[in-house]
């Protein structure tokens, strides 16, 4: 995959589902805007080389929130180049703090760094990525601590994991509390009030209308407000395929039991299933047998969505 030039200088990776999308900029003295998943640290840092640059001579990493695919490369860069790495103030806060339960790594069994955060950034902060001004724009819902960057003269929009073009991403109610819809839906309010031209999101391609994908977004936020279940629905099934992508294959014998050792699993089906554990599982995995999302070959189980 080729980094593509978004704005002078400033190159967009696109990246598969597993590891976050990230962005550098080529300069003597580069800066990073998220690093993807710590187990495929070695092709994120391929994939900035590319551009000529090194990794020991990085100035800053901009982090759009703790999650691990989009903070697993900080702690090896940081280690290498003494650089400087900036989070919304919120995640100064889980990172100093070492909560790896608010940053969901604890949670749902990831592997995770802690890094040194030495600077907090702010709803409005106005951050220069080389020539380039972005607007740093708190949008909390998925992440307590989640930022969007937003590109006046050129009217780009950096989305991380606020807005997806087609899907949206996993609302983890356990831990960013019950409210967390109101605050999605919140931050979706102030994306519309900007005027964008194309818009860099997460996982997935770059779009070009915002307000489709607001627009689809919000209803899937309202269709979660007044059926609770989907939630947990679109949890358990997110979780289970991101699950089977990292394992890659699975001894279909053993699946429901090593979802049953997991925190989310069990937590996730409390919350929305009445602790139906079984059933839910049997249920989520007749339909995605159905769709061919998941195959059964000789006792194992693959997922056949793509990393
Ligand atoms: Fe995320």
Known sequence: MQPVEIIKDLFFFERGFLNGNHFALRSEKPILIDTAYIA?????????????????????????????DHIGGNKHIQDQSGCDIAL??????????????????KYYGQEADFFDCTIALND????????????VIHTPGHAAEGIVLYNPAEKLLISSDTLWKNDMAVMTLRIEGSAALFQMLESLEKLASLDVRKVY??????????????????????????????????????IIIYTLMMRKTVEVD?????????????????????A?????????MKDFQKRAIVKTQNGSMFTTVKP
């Not at 409005?124 to 607007?135: L, Q, R």
Request: hydrophobic fraction near 35%.
């Open 40 to 68: 495929d640290f070695n092709e994120t840092a391929g994939l900035i080389s590319q551009l000529g640059l090194n990794l020991a001579d990085v100035q800053l990493i901009i982090s759009t929130h703790c999650h691990c």
């Open 88 to 105: 919304h103030k919120i995640g100064k806060y889980f990172i100093d703090t070492r909560d790896d339960w608010a940053t969901w790594w």
């Open 124 to 135: 409005g902060d106005v951050v220069f990525i080389g020539p380039h001004e972005f607007t």
């Open 201 to 238: 999101p997460g996982h997935g391609p770059p779009f070009k209308d915002m307000h489709k994908a607001l627009a689809k977004t919000r209803k899937r936020l309202n269709h979660f407000l007044k059926h609770r279940d989907q939630i947990g629905l679109d949890l358990l099934k997110k």
């Open 254 to 274: 053993l699946f429901f039991d090593d979802l049953m050792q997991t925190r989310w699993y069990k937590e996730t089906v409390d919350l929305y299933f009445n």
């Open 276 to 284: 139906e554990y079984r059933p839910t599982y049997d249920a989520i």
